[in-house]
């Protein structure tokens, strides 16, 4: 599966929008773009997945650019409890391997 | 957060102790996941289970040993751990290999 970058770590004041980067140059025709999060100690939580289009539910929206070398996650109004490493992953499902590497640390302050 | 549950939360045993980790899961899914938080370190994947079926074992000592009776249930049966197996113990599930996987919330498990 394909590597991605993402910052070590980025704030956001609370109710604002909280859009955070990732770089995944090397994604491959078959590779999902998935984000996942971890609230400090507890298992991680799944958000949100797209292979090329835009997507959006009830946590966020997937924005991906057209050569899919990169995407942006955007919780649209952050809350505290969106205090968590995200970590943005790809993935083709075929050799069961979701990779984490070390994600963003978004801290949501008042 | 009731789609995977995993029990108990929190283990403290000693390197001579057997202990088992459970992991339950009410999405109907196929496959079942054990994966390993370390401290500072990044998950890594230790089991799959598809089908009831072992797909993986990614290079994990005999100390753990998973089973899968059925598709909704998953343990780790834990024997001789070392300090260094202290960690967070994953348990995640997906409708196939190839779907998103959910996670529980995590054993957290001491080795003394």
């Known amino acids: 599966d394909a590597k991605t970058t993402q910052p070590t770590s980025m704030d956001c004041a609370e109710g604002r929008a909280a859009n955070l980067p990732c770089n995944h140059s090397?994604?491959?025709?078959?590779?999902?773009v998935y984000w996942y999060r971890q609230i400090h100690s507890q298992g991680p939580q799944y958000i949100i997945h797209?292979?090329?289009n835009n997507e959006t539910n009830e946590m966020a929206s997937l924005i991906i650019t057209e050569d899919r070398k990169s995407s942006t996650l955007i919780l649209p109004h952050a809350t505290l409890r969106d205090t968590a490493v995200y970590y943005c992953i790809v993935f083709t499902g075929g050799g069961n391997k979701l990779t984490f590497g070390t994600g963003t640390q978004l801290k949501v302050e008042l | 957060e009731t789609g995977v549950t995993q029990t108990p939360r929190h283990l403290v045993m000693g390197m001579t102790n057997k202990k088992s980790l459970k992991c339950e899961q009410h999405?109907?899914?196929?496959?079942m996941y054990w994966y390993k938080q370390s401290a500072k370190k990044p998950l890594e994947l230790m089991f799959v289970?598809?089908?009831?079926?072992?797909?993986e074992n990614n290079s994990v000592p005999s100390r753990f040993s998973p089973e899968c009776p059925n598709s909704s249930h998953l343990f780790l049966h834990l024997h001789t751990l070392q300090p260094e197996d202290s960690a967070l113990y994953l348990c995640a599930s997906s409708q196939v290999p190839t779907d998103t996987q959910y996670f529980g919330p995590g054993t957290r498990l001491t080795v003394l």
């Open positions: 090397t994604i491959s025709g078959n590779e999902y």
């Open positions: 999405l109907g899914h196929n496959a």
């Open positions: 797209g292979l090329k």
């Open positions: 289970y598809n089908f009831k079926e072992q797909t």
